[in-house]
């Protein structure tokens, strides 16, 4: 069993940045792949960022390439977010899993987070 915590999410104005953080706790919390996946109202969860359990390799959304980084200091893993747009807007969810961008991949996710950003 793993259990997930996020934290940071919040509202920002367009342009600015946040950290969103993801604390991982259990047995195999080391072992698993981190990722990032968000949904905003009225839409279906999509992939943001991904990250190994090494933290060696990561994997970024299209949408997100050069403004979020994904990094990871063995269980707690953080999502910087810069240069953020109003379709950035979204409850931010972190899963621990296989090493993936899709979230049928991955078996255990947290409560988590509304991140708003304003224009």
């Known amino acids: 069993q793993v259990q997930l915590v996020e934290s940071g999410g919040g509202l920002v104005q367009a342009g600015g940045s946040l950290r969103l953080s993801c604390t991982a706790s259990?047995?195999?919390?080391?072992?698993?792949?981190i990722g990032w996946f968000r949904q905003a109202p009225g839409k279906e969860r999509e992939f943001a960022a991904t990250?190994?359990?090494?933290?060696?390799s990561t994997t970024y959304a299209d949408s997100v390439k050069g403004r979020f980084t994904i990094s990871r200091d063995k269980n707690l893993v953080y999502l910087q977010m810069n240069k953020l747009k109003p379709e950035d807007t979204a409850v931010y969810y972190c899963?621990?899993?296989?090493?993936?961008?899709?979230?049928?991949?991955?078996?255990?996710w947290g409560q988590g987070t509304q991140v708003t950003v304003s224009s």
């Open positions: 899963a621990a899993g296989q090493y993936s961008v899709f979230y049928s991949h991955y078996n255990y």
């Open positions: 259990g047995r195999t919390a080391s072992n698993a792949a």
């Open positions: 990250i190994t359990w090494s933290g060696s």
